[in-house]
């Protein structure tokens, strides 16, 4: 039953964002509902009790039939219950990506925005804070209130799109949040060897500190080099949460080694055997 409601909050996402609900997710739930609904039928009200002894026989055995039947329909409908959930969530699970893909443009024009703001914003994320700036810099003043109506709408699109990928098993994992917007450079042999995870890992480090001041997190995390901005599709945050721990662990067998070389091979064993 959590799967459908997966897929109702999902769909609804979709409807939400304007997206195109294909006609075979839209047969699917009408299926579905037809099965729920049939199963779900209550009994019918009770007959008047006749006034005379010799209709009151006639009128049991009718609501007596009638009862049965409903009963036998019932008990028919939820034979039908599990396939027809199943498909329905299946016909869901198959929109997801394309519902992720249509979101992609209005993410990005929404970046956009707040890229544009954070040029015209302090350098410094701790002015970036309403409780902190200068709001007689009309410059400042305008750019916040830009950068602050998109990371509201930015916050909204993850929502939606947080709601349309948990009936595919949603994400997971620690720091889904960044990982469902951001990705990590692929680690290479030379970027491990030259200790690139330093200048990596302070990105995600950031993330998290500013997690309850929106915009200036938004504004960090278009300014940053580090990661490259994107919507994750199902199953994408959860593999781009894994690239830490190829960072961390190809790090880890370089340091193991020996010498140069050794380190090397280390690391290049590693990352061909998580690859």
């Known amino acids: 039953m959590s799967n459908v409601a997966d897929a109702i909050k999902a769909v609804t996402a979709a409807e939400r964002r304007k997206l195109p609900v294909p006609d075979a997710v839209r047969e699917a739930a009408a299926v579905q509902a037809a099965v729920a609904d049939t199963a779900r039928r209550p009994d019918p009200e009770r007959p008047a009790l006749p006034e005379d002894a010799a209709s009151v026989q006639q009128v049991i055995r009718d609501h007596a039939a009638e009862l049965q039947l409903l009963d036998v329909t019932r008990r028919a409908a939820n ?138 997190r938004w504004v960090y995390l278009v300014r940053q080099q580090e990661l490259s901005l994107s919507l994750a599709t199902p199953g994408e945050v959860r593999q781009r949460a894994a690239q830490v721990e190829r960072w961390r662990d190809a790090g880890h067998a370089m340091r193991s080694a020996l010498s140069r070389s050794g380190a090397e091979a280390a690391v290049r064993q590693h990352l061909a055997e998580t690859a």
Do not use: C
């Open 79 to 216: 034979r039908f219950h599990e396939e027809a959930d199943h498909r329905y969530v299946q016909a869901v699970r198959a929109a997801i990506p394309a519902w992720i893909d249509g979101l992609q443009k209005e993410y990005a024009a929404l970046v956009g925005v707040v890229q544009k703001a954070a040029a015209r914003l302090p350098d410094a994320l701790d002015r970036i804070d309403p409780r902190r700036m200068d709001w007689n810099n009309a410059a400042h003043t305008a750019a916040y209130t830009k950068a602050e109506g998109a990371a509201v709408q930015l916050e909204q699109l993850i929502s939606d799109r947080a709601d349309m990928v948990k009936v595919a098993g949603g994400d997971g994992g620690r720091d889904n949040a960044l990982f469902a917007v951001a990705a990590l450079p692929e680690p290479t042999v030379e970027q491990v060897l030259t200790g690139d995870w330093k200048r990596l890992s302070p990105a995600i480090a950031q993330w998290r500190e500013l997690k309850q001041q929106p915009v200036a």
